[in-house]
C-alpha cells in the first residue's frame, strides 16, 4: 500500500507559470523527499526537508512540510517545458520500522511551452 | 557510468516462464531496494537489503518472487511463473547507510507478460 496521496493527479499550466503539488502522508517521520520521474525512465532525487523543518529551498524550487497535518507541498517557479515530468513524495516513516521510503501516487505534470 | 544500473531495459515473457532481473548499485552503497511500479502509480516497495542481508520483504512479494544480493553487491530479483498481473516496471534503488539519505535510482527494467 501507498503512504500518501498527492494532489492534483494531473496539472497542466503554461510556461512561466508555477505549480504545486501537495502531499499527504499518514504515519510519523524522519523525513520527506520529492522526487522526479521522466515518462519511461527512473526516478531522480529533487530535495529532501527533515521533519523538524519547516520550509526548504532549491533553485527554482520550495518545499514545505507540516507535520502537525502531515502534508508538505512542492512549488516549482517559473516553470519550463522541461519541467514536465511525474513528480512524487516519498517518506522515511518513523514508527513503523520501514526501512524503505514509501512513495505517493504522484502528480503529472504538463507545461505547455 | 557510477550511477545504479539495471538489466535488462525491457523483458517481454510469455505467461508461466521464470524471468530474473540484475541490478548493480553504486559501489559504496550498502542499501539496495527493489520497488515495483505500474501505469500511473508511484513506486511500491518490494524488498530491501543491507549489504548482502535482506532486511524486509513488503507483502506484495509473493512466494513466485525471491531476491538475493550474493556478497552485497550486484542483486538479482526473479519471478517464477509469470503472470500478466507482473507486467510492471521493476526499479532498483541503492543508497548509503545513515538516516536522511537519498535513493539513487536505476532505469528500471519493464516487463510485459503476454
Known amino acids: 500500500s501507498q503512504q500518501g496521496e498527492e494532489d492534483p493527479q494531473a496539472l497542466s499550466i503554461q510556461e512561466g507559470e508555477n505549480a504545486t503539488m501537495n502531499c499527504s502522508y499518514k504515519?510519523?517521520?524522519?523525513?520527506l523527499q520529492w522526487y522526479r520521474q521522466n515518462s519511461g525512465r527512473g526516478l531522480v532525487h529533487l530535495i529532501l526537508?527533515?521533519?523538524?523543518?519547516r520550509e526548504k529551498h532549491s533553485g527554482r524550487l520550495r518545499v514545505t512540510l507540516d507535520t502537525s497535518k502531515k502534508s508538505s507541498s512542492l512549488l516549482i517557479t517559473a516553470s519550463r517545458a522541461a519541467d514536465t515530468a511525474s513528480y512524487f513524495c516519498?517518506?522515511?516513516?518513523?514508527?513503523?520500522?520501514?526501512?524503505?521510503?514509501?512513495f505517493g501516487s504522484g502528480t503529472r505534470l504538463q507545461v505547455q511551452p | 557510468d557510477t550511477g545504479v544500473s539495471q538489466n535488462p531495459r525491457h523483458k517481454i515473457t510469455k505467461r508461466g516462464q521464470n524471468v530474473t532481473f540484475r541490478c548493480d548499485p553504486i559501489?559504496?552503497?550498502?542499501?539496495l531496494y527493489w520497488y515495483r511500479q505500474t501505469l500511473g502509480q508511484g513506486p511500491e516497495f518490494l524488498t530491501y537489503?543491507?549489504?548482502?542481508?535482506?532486511?524486509?520483504k513488503s507483502r506484495l512479494l509473493s512466494d513466485r518472487f525471491s531476491a538475493e544480493r550474493p556478497k552485497g553487491s550486484f542483486s538479482t530479483l526473479e519471478i517464477q511463473r509469470t503472470e500478466q498481473g507482473d507486467s510492471a516496471m521493476y526499479l532498483c534503488?541503492?543508497?548509503?547507510?545513515?538516516?536522511?539519505?537519498?535513493?539513487?535510482f536505476g532505469q528500471g527494467t519493464r516487463l510485459t507478460v503476454v
Open positions: 559501489s559504496e552503497h550498502n542499501r
Open positions: 537489503f543491507q549489504n548482502e542481508a535482506q532486511l524486509e
Open positions: 516519498a517518506t522515511d516513516e518513523d514508527d513503523t520500522g520501514r526501512r524503505a521510503l514509501t
Open positions: 534503488a541503492s543508497s548509503p547507510l545513515g538516516q536522511g539519505t537519498e535513493a539513487f
Open positions: 504515519t510519523s517521520i524522519n523525513n
Open positions: 526537508i527533515r521533519s523538524n523543518e
